[in-house]
């Protein structure tokens, strides 16, 4: 028969075993609240960035002097929802020597195909881009770091995707001065549902009468493009594919002098430009 002695150390024994079991229970308690607020936090950090992703695209970009103002360059920034086309996403065609990769975004007007097979690489085009404000007809350069940019133009205009289409953005500064088109949802978040790599080489200027791609980073460029008013100070970052012709220009001088519909240097513009069609030049 056990003696009071061991009856103690027996319960001893067993109030140790309790406190272990307590103490190990406790820490798998704490283990999982710690992994349930990590999860939690990582849901938190991609929501935010989704809603940053969603909310944030419209533009902003670095300013053409590097600083923080509003005169941000021309951007060709992502749908926050998929549009038409969609379904493609991650496919690509090639025409000559370009390459086009369908996006998750799709369309942001009916879907649209990208150039295929051959495509002239040498010579000019001339395009008449007819808008509300007036005709601006333009020249486009088919070779060199032109020829990607300008035979999507080409093919999305015969498509009718800039038809009854706005130009959702306008920059009056004295180192920004362009008008942005191209985006059929004129919010200045959409594209052809493709993008396809800038081409630069580091000696672009956009100096008045240049027709250049915007784009939201390299390889980003899709269908908006800009026309420059008057002498733009920006980095070698667009795809420069053609000039606008002096009645175009003055088309956009009126455009350019009425302003912003809010008065600042950079917004939608006061005098809607909506472009009607773009057709090859008669």
Known sequence: MPSNKQRRQAAQRHLQ??????????????RNLLIGITALAVLVVVGAALLITGLGGDDDTATADGGSGTSAAPSD?????????????????????????????GSSGTANDAPTGDVPTEGTVSETITTSAGVIPVTLDQ??????????????ASQ????????????????????????????????????????????????RGVLAMANSGQGTDGSQFFLVY??????????????????GL??????????????????????PVTITSVTPAA
């Open 17 to 30: 075993r309790q406190l272990e079991r307590r103490a190990e229970q406790a820490q798998k308690r704490r």
């Open 143 to 156: 070779s060199g770091t032109a020829t990607c940019a300008t035979a999507s133009f080409v093919s999305l």
């Open 250 to 271: 003055a088309v956009l001088d009126q455009v350019g002098a009425a302003g912003t519909a809010d008065g600042s240097d950079d917004g939608a513009p006061a005098t």
């Open 230 to 247: 008057g002498d733009s100070q920006l980095t070698p970052d667009y795809t420069v594919f053609g000039t606008i012709d002096e009645a």
């Open 77 to 105: 920034p992502a749908l926050p929802t998929p549009g038409p086309g969609a379904e493609r996403a991650g496919q690509t065609t090639t025409a000559g020597p370009c390459t086009y990769t369908y996006d998750a975004q």
């Open 160 to 207: 009718g995707y800039f038809d009854e289409t706005p130009c959702h953005r306008l920059t009056t500064s004295a180192g920004l001065s362009v008008l942005q088109c191209g985006d059929a949802s004129g919010t200045g978040t959409g594209g052809p549902g493709y993008t396809f790599p800038t081409a630069v080489d580091g000696t672009e200027t956009y100096g």
